[in-house]
């Protein structure tokens, strides 16, 4: 009979930037984890800013595309980065993202990224917006108020 490994990290507090962080009540919705190879690394071995920044806007899209229903959702604005601390190769890491508001047109977030190992934030944006376009390219109303849990709004027509 074998036992079920032990989670040798979970009594390791979530360090955010005003202390401990509850996984269970953090507020982030969407979560994916990335593994910090030799290419993700800067000039000093710690992860390049603009691969975690290509990360953020990817799974932001995936989870924009989810939200709003449609797959020619595209990235509008990005606030103010934060980068509060660093990761290094071997690191894993956990992007969360929190739809905030729903516009006519657009879906807001917010994004925090943790580092797996150390229980550190690495970095938070405040605000995210992405914008729902109809076929012209033009911004298009989704008619969503809601954020959703589920697949219900996966786009599923043909995008020829």
Do not use: C
């Amino acid at each position: 009979m074998s036992e079920e490994p032990t989670d040798r990290t979970a009594a390791l507090p979530t360090i955010g930037l005003d202390g401990p962080i509850d996984p269970a009540t953090d507020g982030v919705s969407f979560h994916t984890r990335k593994w910090v190879k030799p290419e993700d690394l800067n000039a000093n071995g710690t992860l390049f800013g603009g691969s975690l920044l290509r990360w953020i806007d990817e799974q932001a899209a995936i989870y924009a595309i989810i939200q709003l229903g449609n797959h020619r959702s595209v990235t509008k604005l990005i606030s103010e980065i934060n980068f509060v601390s660093s990761a290094e190769q071997g690191d894993m890491i956990e992007m969360g993202l929190k739809a905030t508001h729903f516009g006519r047109t657009s879906l807001t977030m917010r994004a925090e990224v943790r580092n797996m190992i150390t229980r550190q934030v690495i970095l938070t944006i405040e605000k995210i917006v992405f914008v729902s376009l109809g076929p012209d390219g033009k911004p298009v109303p989704h008619g969503y108020t809601d954020i959703t849990y589920h697949r219900d709004r996966l786009p599923v027509q043909n995008r020829s």
